[in-house]
């Protein structure tokens, strides 16, 4: 595989529009296989964005306003808890496979692409028992109608743990359309299916029907993920020994989740912090505000998932030259993309709200406080998949924890005054401060300038 080359173009200053054109010309073979991964990877997401709003407009439709609360209830559990229950073995598997292919240890490969998903399994097997104990001893509690929901939501936990692992593993191989359409698309389209299906053979649909054509959507996509992984998988690793190495898994793979479990908290804590001082209403209009600029967050997440596994490539083979250059074309290409499609959001801002609803337009100045904090975090790339790929998960997760607490201090201070300007400043400062000291960590631990208008090298 070529060398990508090692020399940054320089950037005309005069000119946004040369600055974007800059980002098409020239580029090794490598660099081109990024764009194009990234790109499937940017557009995924953003089409499974539009499904997964259609099928909520459906549902909510299809359920009324009461069943739909209490499946939306019910599937959020499903979400945050099956992000965590991985133990981070879906991002440190960009690590683990690279490393162990580089060294050539093809027993401890082989050992981790068919235990990883066997341990994750098991884990979210006693998690959802130890979940459903406890729905049964809040249950008293818990309105009757949510019960049922959230016992088919601890069954739909081990399926949606594995596919998450999965997603990892393919994506470590580069097959990104294996790892993220079963779970952005066909999941998708099967719950979408399920339920209209219900609803032609004369079923009333309510919030248990639902999380049931969700529970078997995930348990279908995840088996199918599984049998087209393995064969493709078959194709690229000789049978052989496994060697199971699972303290070392656990040694890369635990900060790794404290890293992503703190990024969630700092994800959700405006919306969480707006819904305890200000209306209903309010946090609806900020909502809308947070899902119009999630486009932007998307072209964060394609760069992140083509390039991590390579950073770990690089250093695991010694190539300093080829790592700088290569992390100073992922910081690029998540950059100008970024500001671009932040630019574009913006001037259409209005219109957009508007498809939520006429009084979702008075979120249109939020969403230019709000903006402020993704454009300057894209302008570090994504360094965090770098610090976790290169052994310094424990810098990472300390500077996201700090970041969080930063949010929730400011929350506590500008939401009850300003309401969801207060909250958008509130994550924007805290963004800020999060990507001024990701750039110090990398700076001091990897020697690495990693701004967009420096030179990644050390």
């Known amino acids: 595989m070529a060398v990508i080359e090692t020399e940054t173009t320089t950037l005309d200053r005069t000119s946004l529009l040369a600055r974007v054109r800059a980002l098409f010309s020239g580029g090794s073979h490598e660099a081109s296989v990024t764009k194009r991964l990234a790109g499937t990877v940017f557009i995924i997401r953003v089409f499974s964005a539009g499904l997964a709003y259609f099928s909520q407009v459906l549902l ?36 683990l ?12 490969l082989r050992g981790f692409l068919s235990g990883s998903r066997w341990l994750t399994f098991a884990v979210a097997i006693v998690f959802a028992l130890l979940a459903a104990g406890l729905v049964w001893l809040l249950s008293p509690w818990i309105g009757a109608d949510t019960v049922v929901p959230l016992y088919v939501g601890c069954l739909t936990l081990p399926a949606f743990v594995v596919a998450n692992v999965q997603d990892g593993l393919a994506r470590s191989h580069d097959w990104m359309r294996l790892g993220l359409m079963p779970q952005f698309v066909v999941r998708q389209s099967l719950i979408i299916g399920f339920t209209a299906g219900a609803l032609g053979l004369g079923f009333q649909l309510t919030a248990t029907e639902a999380m049931l054509a969700s529970a078997a959507a995930v348990w279908i996509a995840m088996t199918g993920q599984m049998i087209a992984l393995n064969r493709r998988l078959a194709t690229t690793v000789e049978p052989g020994p496994k060697t199971h190495d699972v303290p070392g898994w ?10 992503e479990s703190f990024y969630l908290l700092l994800s959700y804590t405006d919306v969480l912090m707006l819904q305890q001082f200000r209306s209903s209403e309010e946090v609806g209009v900020y909502f809308a505000v ?3 600029l999630a486009l932007v967050s998307f072209i964060h997440y394609a760069m992140s998932a083509v390039t991590a596994h390579r950073f770990t490539q690089y250093h ?8 700088s250059a290569y992390v100073a074309y992922a910081i690029k290409w998540t950059f100008w993309p970024s500001l671009v499609a932040t630019l574009v959001l913006l001037a259409l801002g209005k219109p957009l709200l508007w498809l939520f609803g006429a009084q979702f337009t008075g979120g249109y100045g939020i969403m230019f406080v709000a903006a402020i904090g993704l454009v300057v975090r894209a302008a570090i790339g994504p360094v965090e998949r770098l610090l976790n790929m290169l052994g310094h998960q424990h810098y990472c997760a300390m500077a996201y924890a700090t970041s969080f607490a930063m949010n929730v201090l400011l929350c506590f201070m500008l939401v009850p005054r300003y309401g969801g300007y207060g909250a958008a400043a509130s994550t924007s400062l805290s963004l800020v401060f999060e990507t001024v000291l990701l750039f110090w960590i990398t700076r001091r631990r990897l ?11 050390r």
Do not use: N
Not at 63 to 89: E, H, N, P, R
């Open 290 to 292: 947070v899902k119009t």
């Open 316 to 323: 695991a083979s010694g190539d300093t030259e080829r790592l």
């Open 97 to 108: 496979i690279p490393e162990y292919r580089a060294a050539g240890q093809t027993a401890l």
């Open 250 to 259: 656990l040694a890369v793979s635990l900060p790794i989740l404290l890293v």
């Open 60 to 95: 909510a439709r299809w359920m009324g306003g009461s069943d739909y609360g209490v499946y939306v209830y019910a599937w959020t559990w499903v979400l945050l808890l099956g992000c965590m229950m991985d133990l981070g073995i879906a991002g440190s598997a960009q690590k």
């Open 447 to 457: 020697g690495l300038h990693v701004f967009v208008f420096g030179k990644a090298s």
